[in-house]
Structure formats: C-alpha cells, structure tokens
C-alpha cells in the first residue's frame, strides 16, 4: 500500500471572511474590540437574544409529551409551509384562495436557494443566472456549485453616490437573455441595506415582464427589517399580484433568532394549481438525494408561533423591538460622525434598512479599524448594525472619523 495519502494533494480552500473575523473577534485580548461583522442581531448588552416568545415556545414543546422525534415528511412539516408561505404572499393572497402557491421546508434560506437551483437547471433546463453587484457572497457559489455555467452580476450599488445605481441595474437586466433567473432581495438587501422604492419595483417588475426573466426573490428579514411583515414582503405581493410565476426563498433565522436551527421554506407560485403536483413531486426527489427529510424543531417553534394569535402578538413586539433598536443605532452613528465633523457625507446610513451598512469606508480604512481598534467588520466596509450599543457607539464613531482622517482618535486608549 502507497504511503501517500489520496488526500495529499487536495488544496486548502480560502477561509470564509464573516467566520475568520468572528474567530479573531473571539481571540483578541483587548477589552474596546467590537464586532460589526457576524449577521446575527445582538442586544443592547452585546449578547445573542432568544426572542421571549421563542423561548416560552421551545420550553412548551420540549414539555410536550405528544412530541416524538419520528421522521418529517420530506417536503416538512405542513404546519409550518402553510404559515410560511402565508406569511409571504399574506393571508388574503388570490395565489393562495387559488392554490396557485404552496411551500417546502428547507435547510433555512441557503437550502431554499440551493433547491431552488437544483430545480431550476434540472426541470427547467434554466442556466443564467443574475444577482446584484454586491450580493450576499453564497448566491453566486449556490448556483455555481449546482452546475450554472452562466453567472453574471447587475450593478446595484453606486460606490459615489453610497445609494442604489437605479439606472445601471436596469440597463444590466436589460441584457439578461429570456428565461435567465433574476436574483432579487426582498427587503434589506444584504450587504448594502439600501431597498428599490416601491416605484422602481414596478420598473423592475415592467422590465421582468417584458423580458421574460424569472424572479426569485431572496427573502432573509422579513419583519426584522422594518418590523412589519407586510411591509417587508410589499415587493413579493407586488410580483405575484402581477401574475408572475416565482420563487421565495425564506430564512426564519434572523426574524425568530433562530440562526442554528436552520428553519426555511420555498414558496413556490405558479400560473395554475394544475402544476402543482408536478413540481412538488420534483422537489421531493431532489430533497431526498441530498438530505431526505428536514429537521423538525425550528420549524415547529415558528409554527406554534405564526399559527398561535397570542404568541404571533409576541413575535411582532419581537421583530419592532428589533428593528427600532437597529434605526436607533443608525441614528445615532450618523449623528456622531457628522458632530466629529467626519469627511464625507454619512447620510446613506440612516436611509438605509435592516441589519447591514454599506459603510463606504475602504479596504485601508477598515485595516486601520481592525488592527489599531479592534473593531472587526468586512473589507467591503459592510457593518452589523446590531453590533452597536451604547457603550461602544462613541468608541466607534471615533475610530471610525480616525480612519477617515487618518487622525488618531481622541482617547488614544487603543489597545
């Protein structure tokens, strides 16, 4: 037998950015570092917050002794599709009173992207794909990995003007070829935190229409955005009530909290219910050749809650406690750099939504962050908003002003 490995030559891959910086995040001795890089809300104390809501359901469940640990069907728990999909396309969607739509669990929103993928160049034979210039960095790996060989970017970031480059995105799905997937974010796009206004949704979805292109709409902050569940899903409702046919990809891991339990639903509309049966039975075989069947206790956390009228009233107090605290910290962080007379104009914080910034600071600034201040955020200069509270704001705000100056910052403690 060989004494070489067969693994000897397999290359080590690039470290995931989010994941390495949280990992130094943990390392570093200094008590002033902040971490604006990982994508989970924290609290006014810095800490991870269990929803209340969240956690008085997993403690019912947990008592409940009519609960086993049998096998989900593959497509999920029906309870749990059923109030996901609603809470999507809203209660009184006609796609719904049709049954035109339906939903499938998934492995969180990653897994409805990748099943959606897979579905798409399998049945449909759709190949070109486009997502966003910048976009959440797993799109374009998703659809790569599942065998997409045309993959492009639209311009949607204007890197001058720190606001949507409205004209270059259309111009650039102008281009798209008929039939070509469309990546879209619901609502609090990921990284920029800058939303279409609802005008230029219509354009989009007048362009969409004219060409032929198939939307699917990325949908991770639902509720947590805004913290209202029908304004966040505006565009979703929008699309469908125009007739197309579409997918959702949903996350339950920011709006319930629930990062690890990996709860997701596609949510699928179609032109006729007469389909249906069809893409289902698809799906199905498709989800059983990579994972068989989903985990089930996430998914009956947000079903108990959504289908429970006293404990859905608790999860929206959730989500608009959540999304005020984030447009506080917005506030606050735009009204301390322009009072430190910081270059630039810092207005695109406060317009933007959810939990994101797209800072405009650049790579050599946010070096001078991380290593002067321990202040760990993506070099894209993306920011966690939720990472802010009042006892680091004032923090960062001066080092940020000091990055920008290239000044020292005023207190001159870094450690």
């Keep these: 037998m060989s004494s070489t490995s067969i693994f000897a030559n397999v290359p080590k891959g690039p470290a995931i950015e989010v994941f390495a910086l949280t990992q130094a995040f943990k390392e570093d001795s200094s008590n002033k570092k902040v971490n604006l890089?990982?994508?989970?809300?924290?609290?006014?104390?810095?800490?991870?917050?269990?929803?209340?809501?969240?956690?008085k359901t997993e403690i019912g469940i947990a008592g409940d002794t009519s609960i086993n640990h049998e096998y989900l069907p593959v497509t999920g728990l029906d309870t749990f599709t059923r109030a996901a999909t609603e809470l999507a396309l809203g209660a009184d969607s006609v796609a719904l009173?049709?049954?035109?739509?339906?939903?499938?669990?998934?492995?969180?929103?990653?897994?409805?992207l990748r099943l959606a993928a897979e579905f798409l160049l399998q049945q449909l034979k759709r190949n070109?794909?486009?997502?966003?210039?910048?976009?959440?960095?797993?799109?374009?790996?998703?659809?790569?990995?599942?065998?997409?060989?045309n993959l492009h970017s639209y311009r949607y970031w204007d890197e001058s003007k720190l606001q949507l480059d409205f004209n270059g995105m259309l111009a650039d799905l102008e281009q798209a070829p008929s039939g070509a997937v469309i990546i879209l974010h619901a609502c609090a796009h990921n990284p920029t935190?800058?939303?279409?206004?609802?005008?230029?949704w219509k354009q989009i979805a007048d362009l969409m229409e004219r060409k032929n292109l198939f939307p699917l709409l990325d949908s991770a902050y639902q509720g947590f955005a805004s913290g209202n569940p029908d304004q966040d899903a505006w565009a979703i409702r929008y699309f469908v009530d125009r007739g197309f046919e579409l997918f959702v990809c949903q996350s339950f891991a920011k709006n319930f909290g629930l990062y690890c339990e990996r709860a997701g639903n596609l949510t699928v509309v179609q032109k006729s219910p007469s389909t249906r049966d069809m893409i289902h039975s698809q799906l199905t075989l498709i989800i059983r050749g990579i994972y068989s069947n989903p985990p089930a206790y996430g998914a009956r956390i947000v079903s108990k809650v959504l289908n429970t009228p006293e404990l859905r009233k608790e999860w929206m107090e959730c989500i608009q406690g959540?999304?005020?605290?984030?447009?506080?910290?917005?506030?606050?962080?735009?009204?301390?750099?322009?009072?430190?007379?910081?270059?630039?104009?810092?207005?695109?914080i406060v317009s933007q939504i959810g939990m994101f910034s797209y800072t405009g600071l650049n790579e050599k600034q946010v070096a001078v962050l991380i290593k002067d201040y321990h202040i760990y955020l993506l070099r894209t200069g993306r920011i966690n908003m939720c990472g802010l509270n009042s006892?680091?704001?004032?923090?960062?705000?001066?080092?940020?002003?000091?990055a920008v100056t290239g000044t020292p910052a005023a207190f001159e403690n870094k450690l």
């Excluded at 935190?193 to 230029?200: A, F, R, S």
């Excluded at 006892?391 to 000091?402: G, H, L, P, Q, T």
């Design 97 to 112: 009173k049709e049954k035109r739509a339906f939903g499938v669990q998934t492995i969180s929103g990653t897994g409805a």
């Design 128 to 149: 070109t794909v486009y997502y966003s210039n910048p976009t959440w960095e797993n799109h374009h790996k998703i659809f790569a990995d599942c065998g997409f060989t």
């Design 193 to 200: 935190g800058m939303d279409p206004t609802h005008e230029q």
């Design 322 to 348: 959540m999304s005020s605290r984030i447009r506080e910290m917005r506030k606050q962080l735009r009204d301390k750099l322009v009072a430190l007379k910081t270059p630039g104009n810092w207005d695109h």
């Design 37 to 55: 890089s990982v994508g989970a809300y924290r609290a006014e104390n810095g800490e991870p917050w269990v929803l209340p809501v969240v956690r």
């Design 391 to 402: 006892s680091n704001i004032d923090y960062v705000a001066k080092a940020i002003n000091s």
